[in-house]
């Protein structure tokens, strides 16, 4: 599918795993989403645009590859996506981060925002979302509806696990942005999860219930 790329990295899949199993804690639970976050975030920032900057190595002058434009921004949708940020300040330091509060009502399953800030000029940013999970895909279309209003134009959404209606959801109201898939999960249960899922990405993250 155009813009749509599933992460087939055996290094991914594997902690992809490790993160599914009941037994797993949430230390390391947690540090599993930073690890499977940068191995993915290497592929999704792949096309970030460079300059050729003038270094002066060790040996001699020479003409060098740098990342060019406006600092990348990173935007979490809360409270799962937070997860992930470190992955993409990994990467890239001097991204910038903004936030999207959106809760999902517990009977309709549609998303309600409680909190929107993002970096200044986000329009001359490439702007990635991060979320562990992508279920019916409502969070994440109305995260990348909030981005557009503000002026966001060159956006990428990041998941650990997809389910398909939220994958078909996300392309049908967004078919401009890249979507980036650790694994694509069977389907939603009556209750909207993701199955086989890995259980609630944000009560395990932070040890909550």
Do not use: W
């Not at 920032?45 to 990173?74: H, N, Q, Y």
């Amino acid at each position: 599918m155009e813009n749509v790329f599933v992460m087939d990295h055996p290094l991914i899949q594997h902690k992809i795993s490790m993160l599914r199993d009941i037994n797993t804690g949430t230390n390391e639970f947690r540090r599993l989403v930073e690890e499977i976050g940068i191995l993915m975030g290497y592929e999704a920032l792949r096309d970030l645009p460079t300059e050729e900057v003038d270094i002066t190595t060790p040996i001699e002058k020479c003409k060098a590859a740098m990342i060019s434009g406006k600092k990348l921004a990173v935007i979490p949708v809360l409270r799962a996506g937070l997860g992930m940020v470190n992955s993409i300040l990994t990467l890239v330091p001097s991204a910038k981060v903004g936030h999207i509060g959106l809760y999902r009502d517990p009977v309709t399953h549609e998303p309600h925002e409680y909190y929107c800030k993002l970096p200044e000029s986000i329009g001359d940013r490439i702007a990635v979302v991060v979320d562990p999970m992508l279920a019916t895909g409502g969070s994440a279309s109305a995260a990348v509806d909030f981005i557009k209003q503000k002026g966001g134009k060159n956006i990428k959404f990041m998941c650990i696990i997809a389910a398909p209606v939220g994958l078909e959801k996300l392309r049908k109201d967004h078919p401009d942005i890249q979507i980036y898939i650790g694994h694509m999960d069977r389907e939603l249960n009556e209750n909207a999860y993701i199955c086989p899922g890995l259980g609630d990405a944000g009560d395990r993250i932070f040890g909550t219930k």
